[in-house]
């Protein structure tokens, strides 16, 4: 369930879902500052496993996002599957996020866990894990200096951008164990509409089941023109380890 998490909050093809943020999750704005949100379907292999819901206020220079996903469809009735996730941080107002503090919650209906990592000068430390970590061969977080966690690199592609910033440049991101990269090509404009292509690449502390499993995972985001000329994601289309996926915009 953590991979289907990790895919569907870095790129965030699969956990599985239904329902808003939790009450009182959410950051809320004020006057003046800009909100983002929206919830999406997630789909694989046809059928629906999920929906993703989100929301972002960002004011002069900072950030705050929060996001849940969790289990529906024929997925939520065999077992209820719950990632909240908040986020926060530092934007140079041009597409750019630094994260300063993350915290996620899962349940797996057979287990749950809490994490949470602190950014010290673009270095991430994880202050709280639980269950503790098992393994030695996760990442290092000393070593993970300029990523960003996953909540913050999902709301840098899901968030309303400016045309000339959608589509654009690479996202190093690292979840307290695993460290991994999202990689987009330039888009493709055609109407209101504008494509482009992406690969989600497993970097370090991933098992040899996962390395097996595949390291390599593209993707597809679709973006359309909004009234106010800023692009919207409105479909993702992958591949992942459980076959193709969709997430598609309510």
């Not at 639980?130 to 290092?140: F, I, K, L, Q, V």
């Not at 960003?148 to 589509?167: G, K, W």
Request: charged share 30%.
């Amino acid at each position: 369930m953590m991979t289907m998490v990790r895919i569907a909050t870095v790129f965030f093809a699969a956990v599985l879902a239904a329902g808003a943020l939790v009450p009182g999750s959410a950051p809320q704005a004020g006057t003046g500052e800009r909100v983002d949100e929206g919830a999406y379907d997630l789909r694989v292999r046809g059928l629906r496993a999920a929906v993703v819901s989100f929301r972002g206020v960002e004011d002069a220079g900072s950030y705050a996002v929060a996001a849940r996903i969790e289990s529906s469809g024929l997925v939520g009735l065999v077992r209820n599957i719950r990632y909240d996730g908040n986020a926060r941080g530092r934007h140079d107002g041009n597409g750019g996020f630094e994260t300063l503090r993350y915290v996620e919650e899962s349940d797996t209906g057979r287990r749950e866990s809490l994490s949470e990592m602190v950014y010290e000068n673009g270095v991430p430390r994880v202050v709280r894990r639980e269950p503790p970590r098992e393994r030695d061969r996760y990442a290092d977080p000393a070593e993970q200096g300029g990523t960003i966690d996953p909540l913050t690199a999902m709301y840098s592609l899901f968030r309303d951008v400016e045309a000339d910033q959608a589509c654009r440049g690479d996202l190093d991101l690292f979840d307290g164990q695993r460290r991994a990269q999202i990689a987009l090509s330039r888009g493709a404009r055609d109407g209101d509409k504008l494509r482009c292509d992406g690969e989600f690449r497993r970097i370090e502390g991933y098992s040899e089941r996962e390395i097996e499993e595949g390291t390599r995972f593209p993707f597809q985001l679709t973006y359309e023109a909004r009234p106010d000329g800023r692009m919207r994601l409105e479909h993702v289309r992958m591949q992942t380890e459980y076959g193709p996926a969709t997430m598609t915009r309510r």
